[in-house]
């Protein structure tokens, strides 16, 4: 049976008890789809204990309208984690989460200002942050973090490794409905036709000959690219399909 802490206090009592066993975390901020529900079944085939945490973090949001209209599911969520296994979910108040604001924060250094670090001020910064303070919650063995959000894959890894955090960050595939648009809590916000658009985005990632190609393919489709950009082997997009901003992005094809 899944079950649900809303205080740090009794989270950490429940943590004490659970000593000695293989943790595995999956952080999320609600509005859980088939991706969320894949990490968690990864996370129970790999793990004694299954821990998800569910916070829109205020934080790494740059826009305060894009938090206001985040998607809140809660009790589909805990729905969806109590079929996919998961033993402990933790949804703390923000208060208890911020118990002093915002005034202690990880401060990510320039190198990392490509992409979302450029287009939405201060998301890593509140993305790290609050990163840190739940794997301090957690300490889990193993946490568990989409490809999706490739560029926040590895800004966490790298924070783990330089912070000597006792926790392995394991990457999982991107998951995709039949069209190929990846899997996201913003989907929710599409409208048929905008979801429909927005299969362009897998299409010219994955089919384009270069990046200005595959920026023209999606514009003629009528999104809206904030970039379209190759880095580390990968090729990536940000994009609006009519005012939801939607992120992915795929392997390079090997020569
Ligand atoms: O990927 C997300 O859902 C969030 O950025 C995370 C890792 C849960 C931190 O708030």
């Avoid at 901020?29 to 204990?49: F, I, K, P, W, Y």
């Avoid at 840190?132 to 957690?138: C, Q, R």
């Avoid at 568990?144 to 966490?156: I, P």
């Avoid at 190609?213 to 514009?219: D, L, T």
Wanted: proline share 4%; with cysteine; net charge negative.
């Amino acid at each position: 049976m899944t079950r649900a802490w809303r205080s740090t206090e009794s989270w950490r009592e429940r943590r004490g008890e659970l000593n000695g066993k293989r943790i595995g975390f999956v952080p999320t901020m609600g509005a859980l789809h088939r991706g969320h529900e894949s990490l968690v079944e990864r996370c129970r085939r790999e793990n004694d204990v299954v821990v998800v945490s569910i916070f829109v973090n205020p934080t790494q949001f740059n826009d305060p309208k894009d938090l206001e209209r985040y998607p809140r599911t809660l009790e589909a969520d805990l729905a969806l984690l109590e079929k996919a296994g998961a033993d402990e979910v933790l949804v703390p108040h923000r208060a208890e989460m911020y118990p002093h604001g915002y005034r202690f924060r990880i401060d990510v250094e320039d190198s990392v200002q490509v992409m979302e670090g450029l287009h939405r001020p201060g998301y890593f910064q509140g993305m790290t942050t609050v990163v840190m303070k739940l794997l301090n919650m957690v300490r889990a063995d193993r946490a568990y973090f989409g490809e999706k959000d490739f560029q926040q894959l590895r800004v966490v890894t790298d924070m783990v490794q330089e912070f000597f955090i006792p926790t392995e960050i394991v990457p999982c595939e991107t998951v995709r409905d039949e069209s190929g648009l990846a899997e996201s809590s913003r989907n929710q916000l599409l409208s048929p036709e905008a979801r429909a658009n927005a299969a362009v985005l897998y299409r010219a990632l994955t089919g384009a000959a270069s990046t200005g190609e595959a920026k023209a393919q999606i514009e003629a489709a009528g999104l809206r690219v904030e970039y379209l950009e190759e880095h580390w082997g990968r090729r990536f997009v940000a994009a609006y399909a009519d005012s939801v901003r939607l992120i992915d992005n795929v392997p390079l094809a090997s020569e």
